[in-house]
């Protein structure tokens, strides 16, 4: 039997995807692409957006079409947060959520008995427990390998429906985190990123917090590189930052979402900071981890969100000077409270300030860039992007290209930045470690 994937969505999800490979490889199954003509087709979904919906339905009509004797899976946050919506999408054989007690083997199985269509979504609970499935050794074509150490959230942003899609926080373990970690760098990876869907909130009514977890993934001999992945501000203390700062195999770089540089807005999203806070964190970090970049995620046309707003939030992104920022228009979400807020921006409008706000982070990104051209770094080169070109990251996560053969790939190596050019920095080797 083989199985293949399709991936639609954040880091986690890409961990998830990795784990039910692991599940099904481990029952006998050959993992291959989709043009492979596999007996299981498995389409792990996003739902963050409106737009993320369209393409689940895209993707799924697709696939169906191009492989009309497999068993379609459709998995992940769509049918967790929308069950009803997914019910109704009748080319997908069998429709799993996310929430514990989920099992694509016995969904799979129960298929292939009955010839009947499964749903099986359970509701996601109150004090839902973390649910550990089996750890991780390897990521399907990956230098670097994500981690995952924390699932839900409990921000209740109002634009937001992952909080039904994921249910509330809850942490892995230290012990387990130890374990996985342990695999994955056996298993020769040089870096391992840390993800969770609110990864800030991790430990959250237990005795250990972010801090710890990263400290658990630093001690392990033979890690070099540790990198966080998305954060929200205002989880993160100074104690948590003096205790990240003494970890020097983590990576300068953080992905600190904002969503708006305007106070207003802020307040109307129900985030849990402002434009004053977020600052002086900034200032923090880069007092506590000299050289590092923060990245961000921005977004335009929140409902009720002036010209004025707009250029507000611009000049705090420009002010800021982020290494690199997600531009994003806001999309109307069923089941949210911005769903029905009055002053819904027009699309147009949405277009159009996506564009500005585009062209203001790109000039970020280039400065940032700029200020650090001449300096050396160390590169975990990932890919060859032709048969003589090489593309990695620093470690505050500039993406740099080299000459160089594939032998390069999965080396971490001393590199000089020599050149913006669009979308990533020429480089010279100098050194490799």
Do not use: W
Request: charged content about 25%.
């Amino acid at each position: 039997m083989k199985a293949a994937f399709y991936t639609l969505g954040c880091k986690v999800n890409q961990y998830e995807t990795e784990s039910m490979r692991e599940q099904l490889r481990a029952h006998g199954y050959e993992i291959v692409g989709s043009e492979h003509q596999p007996d299981v087709f498995v389409l792990n979904s996003c739902t963050v957006t409106a737009e993320s919906d369209r393409k689940t339905r895209q993707m799924l009509r697709r696939f169906r079409e191009l492989l009309p004797h497999a068993v379609i899976v459709l998995a992940g946050c769509m049918p967790q947060a929308f069950p009803e919506k997914a019910a109704e999408l009748t080319a997908a054989d069998v429709i799993i959520g996310n929430a514990a007690g989920t099992d694509i083997i016995s969904s799979v199985n129960r298929f292939f008995q009955t010839g009947e269509t499964v749903r099986e979504i359970y509701a996601h609970e109150k004090n839902e427990e973390y649910e550990t499935k089996p750890p991780i050794a390897r990521f399907e074509n990956h230098t670097r390998t994500f981690l995952k150490i924390q699932d839900g959230c409990d921000r209740l942003c109002s634009y937001c429906i992952i909080p039904t899609a994921r249910g509330r926080v809850r942490s892995k373990p230290l012990d387990q985190i130890r374990s996985e970690a342990e695999l994955m760098t056996e298993a020769g990876y040089k870096e391992i990123v840390l993800v969770g869907i609110n990864l800030s909130s991790y430990g959250k009514s237990t005795d250990y917090n972010l801090a710890d977890a990263v400290m658990a993934v630093c001690d392990i001999p033979g890690i070099s590189r540790v990198r966080l992945g998305s954060i929200e501000p205002d989880q993160m203390t100074a104690d948590i930052i003096t205790k990240l700062a003494a970890q020097p195999k983590l990576c300068p770089h953080f992905h600190l979402s904002l969503q708006s540089g305007c106070d207003k807005t802020l307040k109307a999203m129900n985030r849990h900071y402002d434009t004053g806070f977020y600052r002086e964190l900034v200032t923090k970090l880069r007092s506590a981890f000299p050289d590092c970049s923060v990245t961000t995620d921005i977004m335009v046309g929140f409902p009720g969100e002036t010209d004025l707003d707009f250029e507000e939030s611009r000049r705090f992104l420009d002010e800021i000077g982020f290494a690199d920022a997600h531009v994003f228009s806001y999309s109307k979400r069923d089941g949210t409270p911005a769903a029905d807020m009055p002053h819904q921006i027009p699309r147009s409008v949405r277009t159009e300030r996506s564009r500005l706000m585009s062209e203001t982070a790109e000039l970020c990104r280039l400065e940032f860039i700029k200020a650090r051209l001449g300096g050396v770094y160390e590169v975990l080169f990932e890919k060859m992007t032709d048969s003589s070109t090489a593309e990695g990251y620093t470690g505050n996560y500039i993406k740099v290209r080299v000459e160089a053969d594939a032998s390069i790939c999965g080396k971490i190596v001393k590199t000089r930045l020599l050149e913006s050019k669009d979308g990533y920095c020429q480089g010279v080797i100098v050194d490799q470690l």
